[in-house]
């Protein structure tokens, strides 16, 4: 009973699962054998599937709401979510379409898509922190008015003459099959790997998003982390405007609609609790993956799309259920921080 | 002290009659929890038409009976009866039907609900197929409003009441069920002194009515105010019981926190050092207000006082939590403004918070990550975290806490209270504080980790860290303080040195009887 110095005997383990079990068991296993499922299920049903440039054209699907998917993975870890970010890229395409009309170069329209993308997450997250809304309602209300704003600039019209230096974000190779938007996606990963599960940084978040009061009374500050996230997730919806601008060279007001859910169902597919507190990005990646070859495979086979959305909600609820329905929910344990 | 209320002469002419029979009738009621004993054999006699005061200090066992009377709780051993048939209440729903109705101190009423909804909840009068009869149950609102003397209407939304017309609703609503048995825990806590007097007529119109009424209270001038009859718990154990005429307020208090000391605290020879914190004139518009105090190295500082005397209000705004209206705070000498837990982090202040479960735990996060959340600067190179540094400050605050876990990478959630707030304890002395605040560090723990707990603080103490803690139960600030401060309604009630301090003294101060001593 006594609290000595040294307590002879008795060693706390540091763990108890080793790397191989904890490996096994994890989400992300799951989805490597969904994904590998997927795959030679296309490469059977359809001949043109395993063709290197089929398969470079097949992750445009995904890159764009990937990356924003990225942003949104840390947001939701966090107990926080934006749904704006669809209407974002529409108000920073708008943005660079009318600059474009004042003779922007390729620079300038750069700056101003990630300008306004900083701005609207900037609002975003004033309108949380400093008002202490939550973020479902003000992202469901700054969804309308981003989105709205665009509208009133653009009406029926388009913005269109993007130069040519400009379209190569969306439709430049960096080498042989690999796109610009493909690298830049795989370099982003990498980078929020890191800065999620390796740093201070990512650790307090999954604090947050487990018990916030605990977390700001363990020195954590609370609000300033939420601001940060909300400006990142606008950057990088201003980034995967820069890019599907880019890649469709024209601005309608209705460009990105419904990013903002793809971008969610790859966070949640990815096994990131929608309830904050767990996840991972290699999850965020293995489920954008797994979204880019179901539709690229369903499309091979000429299956039209509201069928695949069909698909890709049965897919997301399958999932997520099927583990709870054989194996009660525990082995594949959703790890809180790895 | 009896002479100052006006009422009581009027109630001694009165005698209480000895020949009714009980109501409500409690024999052998043992309830036990892990690792605690919570009751022991308790009886309970409740007569119709009178108040029967219920006594103890927090954790006595108050609060399980009161879950035992009214179906929350199931007792593991002893049996109830209701005007002598012996019956089982295994829901709160069975307590209701046979008439037996508690207000509580925070009063379980719904806020967006209106008065008369309130009052009705569960059996509104029904019309035709089975629908609510709305004219019919505002009707009855309306006349039992009358009869309590509520002065507002039945249609008004609850949130627009205060706390004490909330009360009236409480009480509304236990007539409308025909309660015989009226539970009363607490009710004056935070009620105006209008307001209490309020009640106090309330009270004696439901005795007039025949109700037993079981009232539960700190206060002793209000328990020589309206009670009849007492019953005294301690640990969990009936202690006596009796009429209220027959005994005397220093004799309650006596009973209450009894004549030995029974738990086992570490001796101690405290080497105090020079002063290490300064408060002055701490704050607050609702909460507390002119809180001054020193404290020096290796002092254990204890702070006590009933249940809403401010005590963790005025720690979170010390610790930066919430803000205060005013005050200043130095540490060694030197001014720190604290706006937030990580400037009072930085200034050497930590606070480990009576709320374990919201503001203490991460539970789903691994043992080792909440031993390090505060910390993560010094386990950490540039920013990025190092597993192997996280590990080793785990393990060697796992060891000096004779922590018990399967290993260290288990969720926090999966241990028991004790063992929880270990590691809480354990994240804080990692960030090497001056003060550490404890408030009510052994609440909900077993009896084993409380010792642990204990003797870790007096090491502490010995080491020279300067300790605060915040408790409720005698004993605790008897056995481990050196200095006791008493707050009552969020103002410093007395200061008192170790020597020669009794619980009656304490009891006094915090309660407001008599002259507190200095």
């Known amino acids: 009973m006594s609290a000595t110095e040294t307590s002879p005997g008795r060693v706390i383990p540091d763990r108890l699962t080793g790397p191989a079990a904890r490996v096994l068991r994890s989400w992300e296993t799951l989805l490597v054998a969904v994904a590998v499922a997927i795959f030679t299920f296309n490469s059977f049903a359809s001949p043109y599937f395993l063709d290197p440039w089929n398969l470079s054209d097949a992750t445009f699907n995904f890159t764009e709401k990937a990356m924003i998917a990225l942003a949104m993975a840390l947001l939701v870890i966090a107990g926080e979510i934006d749904l704006s970010v669809g209407a974002i890229v529409a108000l920073a395409s708008t943005a660079m379409g009318y600059a474009l009309q004042f003779g922007a170069d390729t620079p300038l329209l750069v700056a101003i898509g990630l300008g306004v993308g900083l701005t609207c997450g900037a609002v975003n997250g004033l309108l949380v922190t400093r008002m202490g809304l939550p973020s479902i309602v003000v992202t469901i209300g700054t969804m309308s008015l981003f989105r709205g704003i665009a509208y009133i600039v653009l009406g029926d019209t388009a913005f269109n003459g993007y130069p040519e230096s400009f379209a190569w974000f969306g439709q430049g190779y960096v080498a042989w099959v690999f796109s610009f938007e493909l690298v830049l996606f795989a370099g982003l990963a990498a980078l929020y790997a890191i800065v999620l599960h390796l740093t201070n940084f990512g650790r307090r978040l999954y604090a947050i998003g487990n018990n916030p009061t605990a977390a700001a009374f363990s020195g954590i500050r609370v609000e300033r982390t939420r601001m940060a996230l909300f400006l990142l997730t606008g950057l990088m919806s201003g980034i995967a405007s820069i890019c599907l601008t880019s890649r469709l060279g024209s601005t309608r007001p209705s460009i990105g609609t419904g990013m903002e859910l793809e971008a969610i169902t790859m966070v949640v597919l990815g096994g990131v609790a929608i309830t904050g507190g767990s996840g991972s990005i290699l999850g965020v990646v293995l489920a954008a993956l797994i979204m880019g070859l179901v539709t690229f495979g369903l499309g091979l086979l000429n299956v039209p799309g509201i069928v695949m959305s069909i698909f890709v909600g049965g897919l997301l609820i399958a999932v997520i259920a099927l583990p709870k329905l054989f194996l009660g929910g525990s082995r594949w344990r959703r790890s809180p921080s790895r | ?518």
């Open chain 2, 1 to 518: 002290m009896l002479s100052t209320h006006p009422g009581i002469a009027a109630l001694r002419a009165a005698p209480v009659p000895h020949d009714v029979r009980p109501v409500l009738s409690l024999r052998g009621i043992a309830k036990s929890f892990p690792g605690v004993k919570a009751l022991q054999g308790v009886d309970l006699d409740l007569f119709p038409g009178q108040v029967t005061a219920l006594i103890g200090e927090n954790g006595a066992g108050k609060s399980t009976l009161v879950k035992i009377l009214t179906g929350v709780n199931q007792p593991d051993a002893g049996t109830i009866s209701l005007e002598g048939r012996p019956l089982r209440f295994a829901t709160a729903q069975e307590a209701a039907r046979a008439g037996v109705t508690a207000i509580h101190q925070e009063t379980v009423l719904f806020d967006d609900l209106t008065v008369a909804e309130n009052i009705f909840l569960g059996h509104a009068p029904r019309g035709r197929f089975g629908l609510i009869d709305w004219g019919r149950m505002r009707r009855e609102a309306r006349a039992i409003l009358a009869h309590v003397g509520a002065p507002f209407d039945p249609d008004t939304v609850l949130r627009d009441l205060g706390i004490a017309s909330k009360h009236l609703v409480a009480i509304a609503r236990a007539l409308s069920i025909e309660a015989r048995v009226v539970i009363m825990d607490e009710p004056t806590a935070a009620l105006s002194q209008k307001e209490i007097e309020e009640l106090y007529d309330l009270v004696e119109r439901l005795k007039a009515e025949g109700k037993a009424i079981l009232f539960i209270s700190h206060k002793f001038d209000e328990i020589f105010r309206i009670a009849d009859r007492y019953t005294v718990f301690r640990d969990g154990q009936m202690v006596d019981a009796g009429l209220i005429a027959d005994v005397s307020e220093k004799r309650l208090v006596e009973m209450m926190v009894g004549r030995t000391l029974h738990s086992i605290f570490p001796e101690r020879a405290p080497r105090i050092g020079k002063e290490v914190l300064r408060v002055e004139g701490y704050c607050h518009p609702t909460e507390f207000e002119a809180i001054g105090f020193t404290l020096r190295e290796g002092e254990i500082l204890g702070f006590y006082g009933l249940v809403g005397a401010g005590r963790s209000e005025f720690m979170q705004a010390l610790f930066g939590a919430t803000r205060p209206s005013g005050g200043r705070c130095r540490i060694d000498g030197q001014e720190r403004a604290i706006r937030s837990p990580s400037d009072a982090i930085a200034a050497g202040i930590v606070y480990v918070p009576e709320d374990r479960g919201l503001q203490g735990a991460v539970r789903a996060m691994p043992i080792f990550q909440n031993m390090t959340l505060p910390s993560l600067h010094r386990t950490s190179r540039a920013g990025f975290l190092r597993a192997a540094e996280e590990f080793a400050l785990a393990r060697r605050y796992a060891a000096r806490l004779d922590l018990r876990a399967a290993s260290l990478d288990q969720p926090l959630g999966l241990l028991s209270g004790g063992n929880q707030q270990k590691v809480i304890i354990g994240k804080w002395l990692a960030t090497r504080p001056r003060v550490i605040i404890l408030d009510e560090p052994t609440k909900g723990i077993d009896v084993g980790s409380k010792a642990a707990v204990h003797e870790f603080m007096a090491e502490l103490a010995a080491e020279g860290l300067s300790v605060i803690m915040v408790s409720s139960e005698i004993p605790e600030i008897l056995g481990m303080s050196d200095r006791v401060i008493v707050m009552r309604e969020g103002r410093m009630a007395g200061e008192f040195a170790r020597e020669g301090l009794t619980a009656e003294t304490l009891v006094r101060a915090a309660a407001g009887i008599g002259e507190a001593r200095e």
